[in-house]
């Protein structure tokens, strides 16, 4: 994702920075890279969050998984235009976009541009305040966005000395503190041709995604034990014909699925689809999925439900 906006983040030197100072200034969305910064410079971006309430979700996924759309589409919902759309007036940003520090990415799906990838050493950060208009407590989200690179070199655990990996493994350690949730991105091999045809792609996807897990379950405890994990299936709309999430993820991600079927209280799933993307060119993006996402964190940051029972009866 490109550089949108100054983050205050990026001021580190004064260490004293008051909580009610942090909240203002880190409404901004901040992009840097992790070999110009030092490990105590990010290390102190994240705890400043954590004082301010919120919950880390850090998208992971490999390279062309729809990482950077996903968000778009995140930030689509949370700063959407059409309030009547998808049902979606229940459950908004707290902040204008104008105030947000990320107006310049929803400027971009304004005119149907597509956001680049997040380059290689690049993080980008993002905050984001949610609130139902039935519940009173909103949720207070800090989405972290790393390379698919990068996370592709973590997993393989070859680059022993490279400051970058150093630097995300020190950024995830630090999420034990406030139980963060990582988003699995996984995405539908556009080239099926049947839905129960396992292909090379099915297979690597599912044993990178599946080492990931291993590497913070075996070197990481703590942080495994306090994470969620949430399997997004991404690219959902290339499916030749409908169907059930759960029977795709057996068929195609056998070893996602045995995590996710053997670790409930941990693990959840959830289709996705941005909508429709040509080229750099977007078409459109379909709420339905951003919508289902964002009710999801709602219920798992504050155990209640976006809409009260009456509603969702009625």
């Known amino acids: 994702m490109p550089v949108v906006g100054t983050s205050g983040a990026s001021d580190t030197r004064n260490n004293s920075v008051s909580v009610s100072e942090s909240s203002r200034r880190y409404k901004i969305v901040g992009s840097r890279f992790l070999d110009k910064v030092t490990e105590g410079e990010i290390l102190q971006d994240i705890a400043l969050r954590f004082q301010d309430g919120r919950r880390l979700i850090i998208p992971i996924g490999l390279p062309q998984a729809g990482k950077?759309?996903?968000?778009?589409s995140l930030i689509a919902y949370a700063f959407k235009r059409e309030e009547k759309q998808d049902n979606s007036c229940n459950f908004m940003h707290v902040v204008?976009?104008?105030?947000?520090?990320?107006?310049?990415?929803?400027?971009?799906?304004?005119?149907?541009?597509?956001l680049p990838s997040t380059r290689p050493s690049e993080i980008t950060i993002i905050d984001i305040d949610m609130k139902s208009r039935y519940r009173k407590r909103p949720i207070k989200i800090t989405l972290i966005d790393l390379s698919g690179e990068d996370i592709k070199t973590m997993i393989a655990g070859n680059q022993t000395n490279d400051q970058t990996i150093v630097k995300i493994e020190r950024i995830l350690e630090a999420c034990i503190a406030r139980k963060a949730i990582f988003a699995m991105l996984t995405p539908v091999d556009e080239h099926m041709t049947e839905v129960g045809q396992v292909s090379y792609f099915d297979e690597e996807e599912d044993s990178e995604m599946k080492a990931f897990i291993d590497k913070v379950r075996n070197n990481q405890p703590r942080l495994y034990d306090f994470t969620k994990f949430l399997i997004v299936v991404t690219k959902w709309d290339k499916l030749p014909r409908s169907i059930d999430s759960s029977k795709y993820l057996k068929l195609h991600r056998n070893q996602l699925y045995?995590?996710?079927?053997?670790?409930s209280k941990s693990y959840s799933l959830i289709p996705y689809s941005v909508g429709n993307v040509v080229g750099n060119t977007i078409i459109n993006i379909v709420l339905r999925s951003p919508k289902n996402f964002w009710y999801t964190l709602y219920r798992?940051?504050?155990?209640?439900?976006?809409?009260?029972?009456?509603?969702r009866i009625f």
Not at 68 to 72: D, G, K, L
Not at 105 to 112: F, M, P, Q
Not at 300 to 311: A, I, Q, S
């Open 96 to 114: 204008s976009r104008e105030e947000s520090g990320i107006k310049s990415i929803t400027d971009a799906l304004d005119i149907k541009s597509l």
């Open 300 to 311: 798992w940051c504050t155990g209640k439900h976006v809409l009260p029972w009456w509603k």
């Open 68 to 72: 950077s759309m996903f968000i778009a």
């Open 258 to 263: 045995n995590e996710y079927s053997s670790n």
